[in-house]
C-alpha cells in the first residue's frame, strides 16, 4: 500500500505522516528530505524542479515491490505529482491512499508556519506569505480530507488507520 500525504506546509502533514509510518512500520519517504539532499549535492543549477518526485517515485516503486507499506509526505501541490503517485501504485499492482491535511483556521495555520523550526539541517523554512500564495491546484480524484483545525494528530492518525481499514473491507 501506498499512503500519499498531500497538503499545504504547517497543516501538520509530517507529523500525521510520520506517526502513520511508525504506527504501520511504513517505509517514509519525505520529499522536502529528498530535495534537500540534492541540493546538497550540488548537482543542479538551477531549481530543483520535479527532481525530489521523481527519485520518491523511484524509491516509492522499489519498496512497494519488495512488499512494504510506504508513506509519501509531500506537498503535491498539483495533479501532475498527484498521478505520479497512480502511476507508481499502479506499476507494483499496490493500493494507493491518498491524504490531504489541510487547517481550516487561518490564524492557527499561520501560527504554525511562522513558528515551526525547521528540522532538515540547510532548509530554511517556507515563510506565511510564500504559503499563503502557494500555488496548490484541487484534488480532482477521490481522496481522503483531514482538517487538523479540528483534530489532533493522534486522532488524524486514526481517522485515516479506521479509513485504510474501511477502503480493505470494500475491496475484500
Not at 499512503?3 to 511504513?26: D, N
Request: charged share 20%; hydrophobic share 45%; glycine share 8%.
Amino acid at each position: 500500500m501506498l499512503i500519499a500525504f498531500g497538503g499545504l506546509p504547517g497543516t501538520g502533514k509530517t507529523t500525521i505522516a510520520q506517526a502513520l509510518a511508525r504506527r504501520v512500520g511504513a517505509i517514509y519517504l519525505r520529499i522536502d528530505v529528498i530535495e534537500q539532499a540534492i541540493r546538497d549535492a550540488g548537482v543542479l543549477a538551477g531549481d530543483i524542479g520535479p527532481a525530489g518526485y521523481q527519485v520518491a517515485n523511484a524509491l516509492a516503486t522499489s519498496n512497494l515491490a519488495l512488499g512494504h507499506i510506504v508513506v509519501a509526505d509531500s506537498v503535491n501541490p498539483v495533479a501532475e505529482s498527484r498521478a505520479g503517485w497512480g502511476a507508481v501504485a499502479a506499476s507494483v499492482s499496490a493500493r494507493l491512499v491518498e491524504v490531504e491535511v489541510v487547517c481550516s483556521d487561518a490564524t492557527e495555520h499561520r501560527r504554525r508556519v511562522e513558528e515551526r523550526p525547521s528540522d532538515i539541517p540547510g532548509l530554511s523554512p517556507p515563510t506565511w506569505q510564500s504559503v499563503a500564495t502557494h500555488h496548490f491546484e484541487p484534488w480532482s480524484d477521490p481522496h481522503f480530507s483531514i482538517d487538523t483545525a479540528c483534530l489532533t494528530a493522534e486522532e488524524a492518525v486514526m481517522a485515516i488507520e479506521a479509513h485504510i481499514s474501511r477502503i480493505i473491507i470494500q475491496a475484500g
